[in-house]
């Protein structure tokens, strides 16, 4: 033991072993976790998880709140604040389409023409939402004329 820090002191964690890394006794509840302790230590065993973990940890200070959106794949049924649409149209739905939540609702909104006819959405919002889209994996429709 020569480190004055407990990390330091921690045994190295071999890779795929998470059950005996730090012990027998070492993942007993509320042993202290070193940075030397696998992941599984943190109650981690998916991405999922850890991006979980990350967003509440940031939430509770105040680092702003956890996302609504972290499964794998933007779905239809996903709010709006799952694709990075421009501030321009965000704020243009808010404020003249406030029923317009998921992306169902804006597939619809374009689909029926009325999109183009909120205020502050031009040809350049237009094209930039059906970029967001399609990169999200959608097939935006044809907007009518």
């Given at each position: 033991m020569t480190g004055t820090r407990p990390e330091e002191n921690a045994p190295s964690v071999p890779a795929g072993n998470a059950a005996s890394a730090?012990?027998?006794d070492a993942h007993a509840p509320g042993h202290r976790v070193t940075l030397d302790c696998p992941v599984?230590?943190?109650g981690v065993e998916t991405i999922s998880d850890l991006v979980r973990a990350l967003t509440d940890s940031a939430a509770r200070l105040g680092l702003g709140s956890p996302p609504t959106h972290v499964c794998h794949r933007v779905k239809m049924a996903c709010s709006l604040s799952?694709?990075?649409l421009p501030l321009r149209v965000v704020?243009?739905?808010e404020k003249y389409q406030p029923d317009v939540r998921t992306v169902a609702d804006l597939m619809a909104c374009l689909r029926?023409?009325?999109?183009?006819?909120i205020p502050r959405i031009g040809d350049e919002s237009v094209k930039r939402?059906?970029?967001v889209l399609r990169a999200a994996g959608f097939s935006p429709p044809t907007i009518p004329t």
């Open positions: 730090c012990g027998a599984a230590c943190i799952c694709v990075p704020h243009s739905l029926t023409g009325a999109f183009q006819e939402t059906k970029e």
